[in-house]
């Protein structure tokens, strides 16, 4: 094995139900300036394709590398019909093998992988929300907002409700939800490189958004960015089915 000066920082970042063309570096229309240098400084996989079109599942195969069947979660957990509500218990995560090898394991934002267990039992740190988690009702990012004399966000001007499923949110950006989320994984990240540099103890986190998964609900300024009129409507999207 490498030396702990060689062994690299990992920082995973995973967006829900994000489109695979939906990048700057793919349409000029859209604007993701922070995406971009990944791209360019990194590598882009033009053919790769998740294990399943479901949360549970794929997220399972993310933190373990196993494969739906093997892990029992076929569906999302949460759905009547799912045939486990976690995975199997001899299951290890990511988090505990490399946390037992000596790295710091940080974990943030949407888990979704079982009803009970969070990722601190896969040897995480940073976030614990069971289940879908719903971070409006997370203590403390409901701290957070107080400590800053924010509201929590509701949805305002929207569209196809109640409940709504588009629109926007009120209030600046630093009450939403992403904000969050980025904000404690720089705490998570600043505190990993002190320990780098102190100890030599290399870091993996992994931060999820669960945007832009719908509700598709954001805040100013980024729900006006685009005019609607702008964006060219897919080939059949008049189509009557008749």
Same mark, same amino acid.
């Given at each position: 094995?490498?030396?702990?000066? =060689?062994?690299?920082?990992?920082?995973?970042?995973? !967006?829900?139900?994000?489109? /695979? *063309?939906?990048?700057?570096?793919?349409?000029?229309?859209?604007?993701?300036?922070?995406?971009?240098?990944?791209? #360019?400084?990194?590598?882009?996989?033009?053919?790769?394709?998740?294990?399943?079109?479901?949360?549970?599942?794929? #997220?399972?195969?993310? +933190? !373990? %590398? &196993?494969?739906?069947? =093997?892990?029992? &979660?076929?569906?999302?957990?949460?759905h009547y019909y799912a045939l486990r509500a976690e995975?199997?218990?001899?299951?290890? %995560?990511?988090?505990?093998?490399? $946390?037992?090898?000596? @790295?710091?394991?940080?974990? !943030?934002?949407? @888990?979704?992988?079982?009803?009970?267990?969070?990722?601190?039992?896969?040897? /995480?740190?940073?976030? *614990? +929300?069971?289940?879908?988690?719903?971070?409006?009702?997370?203590?403390?990012?409901?701290?957070?907002? $107080?400590?800053? %004399? &924010?509201?929590?966000?509701?949805?305002?001007?929207?569209? /196809?409700?109640?409940?709504? &499923?588009? %629109?926007?949110?009120?209030?600046p950006q630093e009450a939403s939800r992403p904000h969050?989320?980025?904000?404690?994984?720089?705490? +998570?990240? $600043?505190?990993?490189?002190? *320990?780098?540099? *102190?100890? =030599?103890?290399?870091?993996?986190?992994? !931060?999820?958004?669960?945007?832009?998964?719908?509700?598709?609900?954001?805040?100013?300024?980024?729900?006006?960015?685009?005019?609607?009129?702008?964006?060219?409507? @897919?080939?059949?999207? =008049?189509?009557? +089915?008749?």
């Open positions: 094995m490498a030396n702990r000066q =060689e062994q690299p920082n990992v920082l995973l970042i995973v !967006t829900d139900q994000h489109r /695979f *063309d939906c990048l700057g570096i793919r349409q000029q229309l859209l604007q993701t300036p922070n995406l971009e240098p990944l791209a #360019r400084e990194g590598i882009v996989f033009d053919q790769a394709y998740s294990c399943c079109g479901l949360c549970t599942p794929a #997220r399972a195969t993310m +933190l !373990t %590398g &196993l494969r739906p069947f =093997e892990l029992g &979660l076929m569906t999302n957990h949460d995975m199997h218990s001899w299951v290890r %995560g990511s988090g505990s093998m490399l $946390r037992d090898a000596g @790295w710091n394991c940080g974990f !943030t934002g949407k @888990w979704h992988v079982g009803s009970q267990n969070v990722p601190s039992t896969y040897g /995480f740190e940073g976030m *614990d +929300l069971p289940g879908y988690g719903y971070i409006g009702h997370y203590e403390p990012y409901l701290e957070y907002l $107080r400590e800053n %004399g &924010l509201e929590k966000p509701k949805p305002t001007g929207t569209l /196809f409700g109640p409940p709504a &499923l588009a %629109g926007a949110m009120s209030g969050y989320v980025a904000n404690r994984s720089i705490e +998570l990240l $600043r505190s990993f490189a002190r *320990d780098r540099r *102190d100890s =030599e103890k290399p870091f993996f986190l992994w !931060t999820n958004f669960w945007g832009p998964h719908g509700a598709y609900l954001c805040c100013e300024p980024y729900a006006s960015m685009y005019d609607p009129a702008s964006i060219e409507p @897919w080939a059949n999207y =008049e189509d009557s +089915l008749e």
